[in-house]
Nanobody
Framework: QVQLVESGGGSVQAGGSLRLSCVASGNNHDRACMAWFRQAPGKEREGVARITSDGRQSYADSVTGRFTISKDNTKNTLYLQMDSLKPEDTAMYYC???????????????????WGQGTQVTVSL
């Protein structure tokens, strides 16, 4: 079992920045693919960024160059630094863990068996 708790959401104006955090606990969380997803009202949940167990990152096209995923294994914490925020970034953001694909993060959304409760990000003009 892996437990995930997000924090750091809030309301910002377009162009601003936020940093989300996700504290992980439980078995083998440091050997999992970790990721951030988001879901806007009326839309499907979508992947934002992923990081493999050895630190390789990947991003959705919509956030490339603006968001940075990172982790600090000493603090059991996953981060998402979000810069140059746009109104279309408004969503509930979730961190998730996929222990079955730690080295390539190639799993589908259904492979992420552990989820946090989410933190709301609202970006206004």
């Amino acid at each position: 079992q892996v437990q995930l708790v997000e924090s750091g959401g809030g309301s910002v104006q377009a162009g601003g920045s936020l940093r989300l955090s996700c504290v992980a606990s439980g078995n083998n969380h440091d050997r999992a693919c970790m990721a951030w997803f988001r879901q806007a009202p009326g839309k499907e949940r979508e992947g934002v960024a992923r990081i493999t167990s050895d630190g390789r990152q990947s991003y959705a096209d919509s956030v490339t160059g603006r968001f940075t995923i990172s982790k600090d294994n000493t603090k059991n914490t996953l981060y998402l630094q979000m810069d140059s925020l746009k109104p279309e970034d408004t969503a509930m953001y979730y961190c998730a863990a996929d222990p079955r694909n730690p080295e390539d993060c190639a799993g589908a959304i259904g492979d992420f068996g552990f989820w946090g409760q989410g933190t709301q990000v609202t970006v206004s003009l």
